[in-house]
């Protein structure tokens, strides 16, 4: 997506902000490339250097809450703890179903739900059976299947909503004295040097709710998967009121899907209001967001990111590599930013051409069923081109690049789609294997007796109109750049954002 300039600095300041950048970043580039060949080489004798962890006076007073399922931990959690967990000072981990995971102690924090509950609500039919007979009552229905809508299907998934608030007792009990108390998932990569030198910026005596706002019906909440942060005055508050009124809270979530949306009513209830964290709390992945998005006059682009959500283990490895190469040589001289994830690690991923790859297009589809849809008026107003976009790859690319607009586009068997958003997207077999049964999102076989990764002769192929990647990027480093960010009083972290309704 290209857009408008506004008036430009100097000649001589730009190019001087983009040496120094460039040369730092040459640092970081060498670095990360070193890293990524040490773990590409398992028979080397090399050994990893122990992390570079931040520094920052929070350090000891930050409590970080994972908060996962049996039906997930040992596929989604391990990663953490070989990752971002090796430079956090204290964190527990919430589940439905007590073990212990390399090491490490997971706690059921279902345990103290009221009996009534636990026998009646359909969805405790798993954890009563995960109590009695442990790992063993799981199979594979129960095991995956969790898309980035939900899973209505798997039983975990609809758990999930019991341990929200009884989450934040447990882990006051845990740290009492702990200023800030930051909540994730298993799948939630947490840029740790942000959110320390983020929560900087705020007063952690007074009540803070944190997170990217959501609405179900006329309840505004932080969602869950982006990560929510509460202070401790915050904690005792909403705890105070959900105890005093426990009976009305567990009628509540009976009825209800979500257990974020539970807990936002409890704090709306308690007086405490939403900040929003947007765009730093991140619902998407490195995969799945749109590089480019500029809502309400707030570009992604400067902004510095606090979490991605949906993260697979690769794209755990690539992020921690690239982020502990980021601390080595900027040592808080610079706060890491989404153009900086973007330049270093999405781009060099951007090819004209990308076999058994899904971009995740979001604009015009032809199909034949597409065209089905279309009034004769429509049809007729197609192009040559456009007529024949479902014919092959090729056409497909020649529709996008008629479009002016268009940076992307992915094509599958009769079935063309364009984009004016920047998105890298995924492998198609990872996206068969994240999401299984439950959201249905691989291509199938002619048999389509299950689910498997699509053969060649089936596979999505993507591609992306570099020279418009280049000047899009080059356009929005003007843009958005130290210069505007200078004179605009852009900092890297914003408390307002807007509120988005789902």
Same mark, same amino acid.
């Given at each position: ?19 120094? *950048? ?19 080489? /398992? ?6 250097? /122990? ?70 609500? /359909? ?88 997170? *990217? ?73 490195? @995969? ?10 707030? /570009? ?6 606090? *979490? ?136 199938? *076989? ?20 570099? @020279? ?35």
């Amino acid at each position: 997506m290209l857009i408008k300039i506004p008036r430009r600095a100097s000649k001589l300041c730009r190019s001087f902000a983009l040496l120094t *950048t460039s040369i730092i970043s040459l640092f970081i580039l060498f670095d990360f490339w070193q890293a990524r060949n040490l773990i590409a080489a /398992p028979n080397s004798r090399s050994v990893h250097p /122990p992390p570079v962890c931040p520094k920052s006076p929070l350090l000891d007073d930050v409590l970080v809450v994972i908060r996962t399922g049996a039906t997930e931990v040992l596929v989604k959690l391990p990663i953490h703890f070989r990752t971002v967990l090796t430079c956090v000072p204290d964190f527990v981990i919430y589940s439905d179903l007590e073990e212990d995971v390399e090491g490490h102690h997971i706690i059921d924090v279902l345990d103290q739900i009221n009996d009534k509950y636990r026998s009646t609500a /359909p969805e405790f039919w798993l954890y009563n059976k995960l109590r009695a007979t442990g790992r063993k009552s799981l199979n594979y229905q129960t095991s995956f299947g969790s898309g980035p809508a939900g899973a209505l299907d798997n039983p975990g998934w609809k758990l999930d909503k019991w341990k929200f608030l009884p989450m934040l007792n447990r882990s006051l009990q845990h740290r009492p004295n702990a200023k800030w108390f930051v909540f994730i998932e298993p799948d939630t990569y947490l840029i740790w040097q942000n959110v320390l030198e983020y929560l900087e910026r705020f007063d952690s005596s007074k009540p803070h709710y944190i997170g *990217t706002g959501m609405y179900i019906g006329d309840v505004l909440f932080a969602h869950g998967g982006s990560g929510f942060i509460i202070s401790n005055p915050a904690m005792k508050t909403v705890l105070d009121y959900w105890k005093e009124h426990q009976d009305w809270f567990d009628q509540y979530t009976a009825k209800e899907w979500a257990g974020d949306m539970v807990l936002g009513r409890a704090m709306k209830e308690a007086g405490i209001s939403l900040s929003s964290a947007s765009p730093h709390l991140q619902g998407n992945s490195l @995969t799945g967001m749109d590089w480019t998005v500029n809502k309400l006059n707030k /570009p992604t682009w400067c902004y510095a990111p606090l *979490t991605f959500h949906h993260m697979t283990k690769p794209d755990f490895q690539i992020m921690w590599q690239f982020e502990e190469a980021w601390v080595r040589h900027k040592e808080r001289t610079a706060t890491l930013r989404f153009r900086d994830v973007f330049k270093n690690i999405v781009q060099p991923q951007l090819q004209s051409e990308r076999r058994k790859w899904d971009n995740t297009p979001t604009g015009t589809e032809y199909s034949d069923e597409a065209f089905a849809k279309l009034s004769e008026e429509d049809r007729k107003a197609l192009s040559e081109t456009e007529r024949k976009a479902q014919v092959s790859f090729d056409y497909c690319r020649a529709v996008c690049e008629n479009k002016p607009s268009c940076i992307q586009f992915s094509y599958a068997p009769r079935k063309c789609i364009i984009s004016n958003e920047l998105r890298v997207g995924h492998a198609v077999e990872s996206q068969c294997l994240e999401y299984s049964h439950v959201a249905g999102n691989c291509i199938k *076989t002619e048999d389509e007796t299950q689910d498997v990764a699509p053969n060649k002769e089936l596979s999505v192929k993507s591609g992306w109109v570099m @020279t418009r990647v280049l000047q899009s990027v080059e356009q929005m480093d003007q843009a958005y750049g130290p210069t505007y960010i200078q004179t605009n009083g852009r900092e890297a972290f914003a408390i307002e954002g807007d509120i988005v309704k789902y």
